[in-house]
T-cell receptor, first 114, second 111 residues
Framework: DAGITQSPRHKVTETGTPVTLRCHQT?????MYWYRQDPGHGLRLIHYSYGVKDTDKGEVSDGYSVSRSKTEDFLLTLESATSSQTSVYFCAISATSVSYNEQFFGPGTRLTVL | TQLLEQSPQFLSIQEGENLTVYCNSSSVFSSLQWYRQEPGEGPVLLVT?????EVKKLKRLTFQFGDARKDSSLHITAAQPGDTGLYLCAGARNQGGKLIFGQGTELSVKP
């Protein structure tokens, strides 16, 4: 199994509070991704990183920011959580950006915003 | 806008039956991946198809990429309870490794 951990695994928070989710990898892969998974939508890309301090937006980036100060860590921040951000969040990594390259996924973080 | 449409979204069958899951798009993809996800875990890659018309087999699972690289199918022969899970197709478009996922097909195989 690829070495990817996510923390916390579960979190319940209130509307308006800031939340930070952490993804940590031990594979030294260059590319890292944050997705959210909701029923009927599959996985949707929030933000991704193609190197330290190099990040870009995905298809559902509004309300989210990311940071990557080290190769192994990719942080996802909800500045002011809303109920629409209740979801399961997955981090993924890949070694290259080649289109057929496998992405390895972490175990997910279940976030509930009340 | 959902660029990849998966069907059916839910499928409940008896052990031993055959089934096919479809993944369709109006867009061309450079490759198409199929993932399987179990409850409480992240998706795990099953196969990647790259060439139009390509067919790949993984034991009882057969994957096909459409000739125009706009669609794909997953066929399972003689399904078993261990095949139960969420199946996701994902298309890549040569843009920094980003994947576009279908909505998923939730498969339940009853003994």
């Amino acid at each position: 199994d690829a070495g990817i951990t996510q923390s916390p695994r579960h979190k319940v928070t209130e509307t308006g509070t800031p939340v930070t989710l952490r993804c940590h990898q031990t594979e030294n892969h260059r590319y890292m991704y944050w997705y959210r998974q909701d029923p009927g939508h599959g996985l949707r890309l929030i933000h991704y990183s193609y190197g330290v301090k190099d990040t870009d937006k995905g298809e559902v980036s509004d309300g989210y920011s990311v940071s990557r100060s080290k190769t192994e860590d990719f942080l996802l921040t909800l500045e002011s959580a809303t109920s629409s951000q209740t979801s399961v969040y997955f981090c993924a990594i890949s070694a290259t950006s080649v289109s057929y390259n496998e992405q390895f996924f972490g175990p997910g973080t279940r976030l509930t915003v009340l | 806008t959902q660029l990849l449409e998966q069907s059916p979204q839910f499928l409940s069958i008896q052990e031993g039956e055959n089934l096919t899951v479809y993944c369709n798009s109006s867009s061309v993809f450079s490759s198409l991946q199929w993932y399987r996800q179990e409850p409480g875990e992240g998706p795990v890659l099953l196969v990647t198809v790259v060439t139009g018309g390509e067919v790949k087999k993984l034991k009882r699972l057969t994957f096909q990429f459409g000739d125009a690289r706009k669609d794909s199918s997953l066929h399972i022969t003689a399904a078993q309870p261990g095949d139960t899970g969420l199946y996701l197709c994902a298309g890549a478009r040569n843009q920094g490794g980003k994947l576009i996922f279908g909505q998923g097909t939730e498969l339940s195989v009853k003994p």
